[in-house]
T-cell receptor, first 114, second 113 residues
Framework: AQSVTQLGSHVSVSEGALVLLRCNYS??????LFWYVQYPNQGLQLLLK??????LVKGINGFEAEFKKSETSFHLTKPSAHMSDAAEYFC????????????FGTGTRLLVSP | EAGVAQSPRYKIIEKRQSVAFWCNPI?????LYWYQQILGQGPKLLIQ????????DSQLPKDRFSAERLKGVDSTLKIQPAKLEDSAVYLC???????????FGQGTRLTVV
C-alpha cells in the first residue's frame, strides 16, 4: 500500500521568498511521485513528476522537487514566489508495478503576500 | 489534443435523489479514475478502471455508488440515493497506463441539499 503525508495544511510566504512544500511518502515498491497544483474551481494540473533517473526534477512555473529515497521525501521548492503561485498543491504517489493506484496527500495551500 | 471532458460542471440535488456524472478521457488512455474531493481535502480515489475492467474500487460506497466503463472509453459515475455528505467535487482523470501521470478534467461540483 502507498500513502503520502504533506506537512502543513497552509504555508505563507512573501512574494520573492523561497517556497518549500513538504511531502513524505510510503511505498513498498519503487515509487512514482508527482506534484499537482489546483487553482480554485479547476481540476488538477501536473507540475512535475519523478519516475526513474535523475532525482532532481524540474517542472513548470519554476518549480522543482528532489527525490530522496533515504528520507522518503519529495519536497517541492521554488526559489522566488510569485503572487500567481497562490493555489493548493498536492503530492501524489504511484508505481509502475502492476495496476497501482494514484494516491494523493491532503494538500497544502500556498498563500503569497505582497 | 483534447483533454478530459466531464459533465455537468455543477449539479444541485435533494437528498435521496439520484445523479449521474459523465467522463470522456483522453483518446488512447487505458486507465480511468474517479476521485471524490471534499472541500478542504485531497482527492480520494473511488474507482480505477483499466480499459473496461475495474482495478480498484475499495473506497467506493457500493450501496449507493456505481460506475461503469462499458466500452473502455467513456465512463459514468452514479449516486443513488444521494446523502448530504456526498457533497463534493467529483474528478475524473485518465492516464496512458496505470501509474503514469494522470490528466484531470475540471470536475463536477455536486451539492446535496
Amino acid at each position: 500500500a502507498q500513502s503520502v503525508t504533506q506537512l502543513g495544511s497552509h504555508v505563507s510566504v512573501s512574494e520573492g521568498a523561497l517556497v518549500l512544500l513538504r511531502c513524505n511518502y510510503s511505498s513498498s515498491v519503487p515509487p512514482y511521485l508527482f506534484w499537482y497544483v489546483q487553482y480554485p474551481n479547476q481540476g488538477l494540473q501536473l507540475l512535475l513528476k519523478y519516475t526513474t533517473g535523475a532525482t532532481l526534477v524540474k517542472g513548470i512555473n519554476g518549480f522543482e522537487a528532489e527525490f530522496k529515497k533515504s528520507e522518503t521525501s519529495f519536497h517541492l521548492t521554488k526559489p522566488s514566489a510569485h503572487m500567481s503561485d497562490a493555489a493548493e498543491y498536492f503530492c501524489a504517489v504511484s508505481a509502475n508495478t502492476g495496476f497501482q493506484k494514484l494516491v494523493f496527500g491532503t494538500g497544502t495551500r500556498l498563500l503569497v503576500s505582497p | 489534443e483534447a483533454g478530459v471532458a466531464q459533465s455537468p460542471r455543477y449539479k444541485i440535488i435533494e437528498k435521496r435523489q439520484s445523479v449521474a456524472f459523465w467522463c470522456n478521457p483522453i483518446s488512447g488512455h487505458a486507465t480511468l479514475y474517479w476521485y471524490q474531493q471534499i472541500l478542504g481535502q485531497g482527492p480520494k480515489l473511488l474507482i480505477q478502471f483499466q480499459n473496461n475492467g475495474v482495478v480498484d474500487d475499495s473506497q467506493l460506497p457500493k450501496d449507493r455508488f456505481s460506475a461503469e466503463r462499458l466500452k473502455g472509453v467513456d465512463s459514468t459515475l452514479k449516486i443513488q440515493p444521494a446523502k448530504l455528505e456526498d457533497s463534493a467535487v467529483y474528478l475524473c482523470a485518465s492516464s496512458f497506463q496505470s501509474g503514469t501521470e494522470a490528466f484531470f478534467g475540471q470536475g463536477t461540483r455536486l451539492t446535496v441539499v
